[in-house]
């Protein structure tokens, strides 16, 4: 699960959004040290995202290339000769 508010909130947000808050602030404020923190949880953060993304992209191939493989044998039974 992708914890989101690390990706859209922040302590000095208010109501809106913010892109990548923990970074943000943390060089707006000269906190590098938390700046560095906050860069290496997003990055796992939006790796993890990525990962998933890839496996469900190839979930979805897969899924295809099966449906038009029934569907290819399916049209290849409907025409074949019959054997009297």
Known sequence: M???PRLRA???TGYG????PGVR???EQER????VRYI???AGVLNAYSDRLDQASALLRETQQAAASRA???TST???PCAH
Not at 32 to 35: G, I, L, M, V
Request: net charge negative.
């Open 25 to 27: 602030e943390a060089i």
């Open 32 to 35: 590098f040290d938390d700046a």
């Open 17 to 20: 959004t913010k892109t990548l």
């Open 72 to 74: 290819a044998d399916q």
């Open 2 to 4: 992708v914890p989101q």
């Open 78 to 80: 409907q025409f074949a």
């Open 10 to 12: 922040g302590t000095l």
């Open 40 to 42: 290496t949880l997003t």
